[in-house]
């Protein structure tokens, strides 16, 4: 389990997030958690080889057909995909120095989980990128779901 | 910031607030505004598109009452809450998220007037049925369940039959058949019982008595648990794409508060029973204090209960608080002990030797009880429910709800405990005067 403080650095020091399993369909959950991010100005990098393969733009960035394609460095590898699929990315994420792994609600891979870790990464499971951002730094509360902050001070509107 | 079990009195007080990113301001503002600005044409595509969090129009979604929704979900242990304009609306939404035309619901007997109402009469007219069964019977549940059913609802403290749900046993019966349960908590408040730890899916809430207490606001508060498998196959308005909000799959997207999503974008934002800023705001006031009033309204209802229970005047007392009360050994389990004893909230009903006259007597001398329809206030309140809250309902249907002819209805207030017995002894002279 990931304490507040951490998921909070985690996602303070992240600015370019590569989302493995981007669909570029907008009613999707991998569109709705990468188009939020992407409008509270983090940079997303789409990995998915089927609009990789047509040269299709997602989310107006340019498509990787895998992680290893990906030209520059990236701070989190955000995962949608299978939980069985998990172990090969993790072992991308860790070559090409990605600072987090993290794997979406309902991917949980904890070999993956261990491996990052031992490779000095930070490991987020069964979690969502979004969900978590709008619960620390605000956006969640306006839908009514218990956030579990208690605080007296002002809440931080940007990571 | 670090990680912590917050008790339910820290809860009441802070839980959905934090100092307005804003102005820093550490008391809840009322933002009293219809509707907010857009940064670009982009940013009102992401909102309209659930695809960023953030608010639109009050009808959907508003600050001030988002804390009162953040506050109810916490108190009740549940994933997110849904405030609307008054516990009955909550109750309809909570229904009307998950049930259509043909659907069937299996509910307690011994509910609320209003809610026996909107079930027998005004769902069915929508072609949604409803079969009522002794909400003491966990068996009775699971015999009334057929294969159309799509939610067992109850409330978890009858109002005013004061009959106690196992919530944990008609929960079971629920699931085996891959559907919610929904409870009524109106009357414990969530700091003395939380349904959904004993596998309730869904609590809902009039706001307007415990929560608030001080009888001046309408409102209500649906909460969920996040629990729930909407996936099981029985709820494609859960899993399919929504024609009422243009293709999203609530389930998928939004996963453990998918329900309260759902309840949000296709039942609150279409029928509109939202509440007000201003009421959220009241009503928060009040939760803020949520657990020293509970305390201190079963202590006196205790009181006053073991006082009647001694009257030769008074030919029966119930309270849920009195060992002799049939379900005491559920009370004990489900409802948060105050002072080493069973919390079973202010609620209590009695019968006046002489019967139905008397009870009319009784209530017509009170002083400063007041006779209105209403519980959960400051102040003592009493009434007679066959001939007011329970009016609408025929003879054999209000034996149903456990409204006897000569029943008094006491919600006991947190007045001084000596005058409220004072008042209630003054009356009961008056009241068996013959």
Known sequence: ?159 | MADHQFQPETLAIHAGQVPDAATGARALPIYQTSSFVFDSADHAASLFNLQTFGNVYSRLSNPTVAALEERVAALEGGRAGLASASGMASEAMALMTILQQGDHVVAAGALYGGSVTMLAVNLKRFGIDTTFVDATEPAAFAAAMQPNTRAVFAESLGNPSLTVLDIAAVADVAHAHGVPLIVDNTVPSPFLCNPLRFGADVVVHSATKYLGGHGTTLGGVMVEAGTFPWDNGKFPGMTEPSPGYHGVKFYETFGDFGFSMRARMEVLRVYGACLSPFSAWQILQGTESLHVRMERHCSNARKVAQFLKDDARVSWVSYPGLPDHPQYDLVQRQMRSVDGLPGASGLLAFGIQGGLEAGVRFIEAAQFMSHLANIGDTRTLIIHPASTTHRQLEPEQQIKAGVMPDMVRMSVGIEHIDDILWDIDQALRAGTRS
């Open chain 1, 1 to 159: 389990m990931n304490t507040l403080d951490q998921l909070s650095r985690i996602l303070s020091r992240s600015q370019t997030i590569a989302v493995v399993g981007l669909s570029a369909e907008w009613h999707r959950p991998s569109f709705f958690a990468s188009k939020y991010m992407q409008d509270h100005s983090y940079r997303i990098v789409p990995v998915n080889p089927r609009y990789a393969k047509t040269g299709t733009d997602v989310l107006g960035e340019h498509c990787y057909a895998d992680l290893a394609d990906i030209p520059f460095a990236v701070d989190m590898v955000d995962v949608f995909r299978r939980s069985e699929d998990v172990l090969p990315i993790a072992r991308q994420a860790i070559a090409m120095g990605a600072r987090c792994l993290w794997q979406q609600i309902g991917v949980v891979n904890e070999e993956a989980d261990q491996l990052v870790r031992q490779a000095g990464m930070d490991s987020v499971m069964n979690r969502c990128v979004k969900i978590e951002h709008g619960r620390l730094f605000g956006g969640l509360n306006l839908v009514g779901v218990s956030t579990g902050i208690i605080s007296a001070k002002r809440r931080l509107t940007k990571a």
